[in-house]
T-cell receptor
Framework: ETGVTQSPTHLIKTRGQQVTLRCSSQ?????VSWYQQALGQGPQFIFQ???????GRGNFPPRFSGLQFPNYSSELNVNALELDDSALYLC???????????????FGPGTRLLVL | GDSVTQMEGPVTLSEEAFLTINCTYT??????LFWYVQYPGEGLQLLLK?????DKGSNKGFEATYRKETTSFHLEKGSVQVSDSAVYFC???????????FGQGTELSVKP
């Protein structure tokens, strides 16, 4: 059973650029959630995808967008990068059924984004 | 809104000392509660969970009991090791939108 994987591990961008982060969910999981973790803080929920549909969204602006693919992998896209977007971006997968995502989420190692 | 508050760190202990990390929460309804651990430079690993009042979660010598009357989920370990040095996050699961709400984290440093 493979765990949650994310790519790339590290990324450096400049202000105003766009970035795409990728996540492969754990085998058998159909739900992916994305979190932003600023230095020294707890993770903040960005959004969740269940069976390719957005299932919930946190307090992040529309320039944060996502996709989930038929194989349940996912992308997080951030447009018009700002300095404050510098953070560790974590992807978590879980198994949902009957339209309800399972509450236990398994996290990947994260992508560390630095915006200069 | 729902929230989680953890004791501030860093917590510094000697090896084999007793550990308590306090966690309290505010929630509408009856959330599930979690402890995650983050080792330096890594993502989060699930440590333990409890899904209803009076449940005790346990793993690797760590324990936490879901106390509805005090809205708490304190993490304990009887004898810590140097390898337990990490940041510990308490979280609740919010059913609408399926999100986890995390506390700010508590850094634990165990000295030999």
């Amino acid at each position: 059973e493979t765990g949650v994987t994310q790519s790339p591990t590290h990324l450096i961008k400049t202000r105003g650029q766009q970035v795409t982060l990728r996540c492969s969910s754990q085998s058998g999981h159909n739900t992916v959630s994305w979190y932003q973790q600023a230095l020294g803080q707890g993770p903040q929920f960005i959004f969740q995808y269940y069976r390719e549909e957005e299932n919930g969204r946190g307090n992040f602006p529309p320039r944060f967008s996502g996709l989930q693919f038929p194989n349940y992998s996912s992308e997080l896209n951030v447009n018009a990068l700002e300095l404050d977007d510098s953070a560790l971006y974590l992807c978590a997968s879980s198994l949902g059924s009957g339209g309800v995502p399972q509450e236990t989420q398994y996290f990947g190692p994260g992508t560390r984004l630095l915006v200069l | 809104g729902d929230s989680v508050t953890q004791m501030e760190g860093p917590v510094t202990l000697s090896e084999e000392a007793f550990l308590t990390i306090n966690c309290t929460y505010t929630a509408t309804g009856y959330p599930s509660l979690f402890w995650y651990v983050q080792y330096p430079g890594e993502g989060l690993q699930l440590l333990l969970k409890a899904t209803k009042a009076d449940d005790k979660g346990s793993n690797k010598g760590f324990e936490a009991t879901y106390r509805k009357e005090t809205t708490s989920f304190h993490l304990e370990k009887g004898s810590v090791q140097v390898s337990d040095s990490a940041v510990y996050f308490c979280a609740l699961h919010y059913n609408q939108g399926g999100k986890l709400i995390f506390g700010q984290g508590t850094e634990l440093s165990v000295k030999p």
